[in-house]
């Protein structure tokens, strides 16, 4: 049974950062792939970053150049630094994780078991 659980959205101002959190138990945390999927209303849920056991990371296009995914092995702890956020970041924000497979942030957003998601509003 995994157990997923986010923190730190919120409000930002356009070109503002934030940082997410996320809590892994920790099977996948130490031998899953895990990450950060995001769904806009009225939009199809998408993949933003992932990152593997070995600390391997994939971003999606948009998130390049201003989100870093890292983990903190010692606490279990996966986090998601946004920068230069824009309008369009807008959208709840999942922490995500799977087992097998390849491990990227497409593959997460279809097969990935999700928490509850942290809102994030860029205006």
């Known amino acids: 049974h995994v157990q ?3 923190s730190g959205g919120g409000a930002v101002p356009a070109g503002g950062s934030r940082r997410l959190s996320c809590t892994i138990s920790g ?3 130490t031998r899953g792939c895990v990450g950060w999927v995001r769904q806009a209303r009225g939009k199809e849920r998408e993949g933003v970053a992932s990152i593997d056991h070995e600390g391997t990371t994939n971003y999606a296009h948009s998130a390049k150049g201003r989100f870093t ?3 903190d092995n010692a ?5 998601l630094q946004m920068n230069n956020l824009k309008p369009e ?3 709840m924000y999942y922490c995500a994780a799977m087992y097998g497979g ?11 078991f999700r928490g509850q998601g942290t809102q ?4």
Not at 103 to 111: A, I, K, N, V
Not at 120 to 123: A, L, M, P
């Open 4 to 6: 997923l659980v986010e």
């Open 27 to 29: 099977y996948f945390y």
């Open 69 to 71: 995914i890292s983990k």
């Open 75 to 79: 606490e279990q702890i996966l986090y």
């Open 89 to 91: 970041d807008t959208a």
């Open 102 to 112: 390849t491990c990227d942030e497409t593959q997460l957003s279809m097969f990935g």
């Open 120 to 123: 994030v509003t860029v205006s």
